[in-house]
């Protein structure tokens, strides 16, 4: 029986550091509005970056060199792509010189790394592929209403990438993704405007459909959160985060939070916090972890994946 | 054993027929140009349209009614589409009021339908998904440099849509997807420009890469050319099709072709074929046919199924 494991990750913020404080002066909030509302104190922008040139730079903080060559299956997920064709992947493709992959880019909303994730796991299940790169990169900086201060405090620049190879060990793995119609178009981008988001009614959407869709991963699992070791969920904002917390009524402990530093990156969020866990040396062999996507669409989609 | 079965297929085509004649005084070119160089002697424009009325369209031509609650995956290929969030699909589910489906767009060049195509099998195979909606659609006269004439006189607008089911019957499928480094940007998209194409060089890896991937899949499936009904190549071009169709050595009148009237439509080419050869009932229960990708990336993508 095949099974996924996670084999490496990487991921790359931009350097071009947006604190609060200068946020605030611009957009005439009072100090320590941002934080509060949001829980986020920096996020990145790519000033000149390309967004394929950050997600080429989160596969090269993953690999080793010998571990390009074999690569035979890459896709990234993303919601800000201006790269028709070639696409993101094709572009990594290139920057790793790989000779012969299979490469497509997913637009699924801000969870279309869970999308990306299920994909290839399902390829290496069918035995087509047996090292695949699953990236999730946005560059939300270009597609901000700078005066719009429920996305212009929020969102960010970043890339993650994940390494996943086939494996003999035994790996547990669920996953549940769903779609809902937006009836209310609560959270919108088209490539030439900018992002429209209801906050108040994302709220509701997000805490609500993600805590139904953990239930149904976990009933399908067999399992309840006490067997889970963390909870990682789309970084949006401290208090989506802190509803589906409250919730699930799980220990606030278990649900890795990386957005105090990095802000709200869409498909990068995933991946970028994985790839800290990792870096903090937090998730070793047999964890049993979750990770929660949600967003734009309406698209929601949950994995639980054994280290 | 789960197999995949081709349950219904629809497409659409928009109003605005294009002809030969006013492209030719157009663009200064003389008498019958066009049809010599390319094959085509009409094509389509989506002049008012948006490219997910064109998609939900397709989708409305296949269906019955009481089919449409049970689709549990929507998957949509395109190259063209301003729907970073909500995606295509999910518009489609919303046209169809299916309150719960897995969506997502899939960007891989002109030779996107094949992944989408591909990818949904998997969702089936796994036993994730039993009905999937597998969409293609482009609207390509938007990404035209009117005088360019490269590109103005091939490509065209259009969508096409293939009901996937899970059936037990014996079905034979197999698939062969590569991408290949597009060191010269032979052909190129981004969402803020036009289609850029080189079209020697174009016409010079698609026969080529396409006639090896033809090769690999059907040492694959262990058959011969003359196992197949029906070879259905991308729309591309006249010369293309005829050059693959001289280097495979087979017979011309097993390579569908509906260029003439049709144009080249990118992602919704081989839909749109497919739903014509249905329509002109040329597939008959057991057929096996290759379905042929190639483009943009630069993707190529094979696809060997039994009707």
Redo the contacts between chains.
């Keep these: 029986m095949k099974n996924i494991k996670i084999t490496s990750t990487g991921s790359y913020l931009p350097n071009t550091k947006i604190t609060d404080k200068e946020l605030e002066e611009k957009l005439k909030l009072e100090k320590g509005y941002i934080k509060k509302r949001t829980g986020i104190e920096t996020r990145y922008y790519a000033k000149e970056e390309k967004i394929e040139d950050m997600a080429k730079k989160a596969v090269l903080d993953l690999l080793k060199k010998e571990e390009i060559k074999d690569i035979d299956l890459i896709i990234t997920s993303t ?9 993101i ?2 572009y990594i ?2 920057e790793l ?14 969870s ?1 790394y869970i ?1 990306a994730l299920d ?1 290839a796991r ?2 290496i ?2 035995g ?1 592929s047996k090292k695949a790169l699953v990236v999730g990169v946005d560059i939300l900086s270009k ?1 901000v209403d700078e005066e719009d201060v429920a996305t212009a405090v929020v969102l960010s620049d970043g890339a993650g990438a994940i390494l996943l190879e086939e494996t003999t060990e035994e790996k547990m793995y669920f ?1 549940q ?7 209310n ?1 609560i ?6 405007e900018k992002i429209q988001m209801k906050g108040k009614e994302v709220y509701k959407y997000a805490v609500t459909k993600t805590v139904e869709n953990i239930n149904k991963l976990l009933e399908k699992a067999e399992l309840t959160l006490d067997d889970i070791k963390y909870i990682v969920p789309h970084q949006s904002n401290i208090k989506i985060i802190k509803g589906i917390t409250s919730r699930l009524k799980v220990d606030e402990n278990k649900v890795y939070k990386n957005i105090k530093d990095v802000g709200n990156t869409f498909c990068g969020s995933i991946p970028i916090a994985i790839d800290q866990m990792k870096k903090e040396n937090l998730l070793k062999d047999k964890d049993k972890i979750i990770l929660i996507g949600y ?5 929601t989609g949950s994995i639980l994946l054994e280290i």
Tied chains: 1, 2.
């Design positions: 919601t800000t792509t201006n790269n028709l064709m070639p696409g992947s094709n493709q290139e010189n790989i000779e012969n992959a299979i490469t497509l880019d997913i637009l699924a909303g801000c279309g999308n994909v399902l390829y299940l069918a087509i597609y996953s993704i769903e779609a809902n119609i937006d009836k178009k959270l919108t981008c088209k490539s030439d967003g734009g669409g309406l698209n």
